[in-house]
């Protein structure tokens, strides 16, 4: 299974980008999806999670309202659409992907990983 994320790039203060995630050669039917980040210096943190039946999406305090998490199923891309963007949001951002039951923000109960994309906002 391969996860492949894209979209990175330098932006200023306030504008937008949408991260894609393909997910590529996997064998299970249904896997529960998150984007996580990670900072300079920080642990990785969650930010998004979208469960396999799209219901209970869910974002951490400090995107929600500004990012949006979603799927389409038939291109198997997992996205995060990212309005108004601060510097604080700048990291490199992880897709993920998981098939066991456990929960979704937990950091340590996903199978697969990509190889992240680079945000850095300006102000």
């Known amino acids: 299974v391969q996860l492949q994320a894209s979209g990175g790039g330098l932006v200023q203060a306030g504008d937008s980008l949408r991260l894609s995630c393909v997910v590529s050669g996997r064998t299970f039917s249904a896997y529960d999806a998150g984007w996580f980040r990670q900072a300079p210096g920080k642990e990785r943190e969650f930010v998004a999670i979208l469960p396999w039946r799209g219901d209970k999406k869910s974002y951490s305090n400090s995107v929600r309202g500004r990012f949006t998490i979603s799927r389409n199923q038939a291109k198997d891309t997992v996205y995060l659409q990212m309005n108004s963007l601060k510097p604080e949001d700048t990291a490199v951002y992880y897709c993920?992907?998981?098939?066991?039951?456990?929960?979704?923000?937990?950091?340590?109960?996903?199978?697969?990983w990509g190889r992240g994309t680079q945000v850095t906002v300006s102000s």
């Open positions: 993920a992907a998981k098939t066991n039951a456990a929960s979704l923000d937990n950091i340590l109960n996903y199978d697969y």
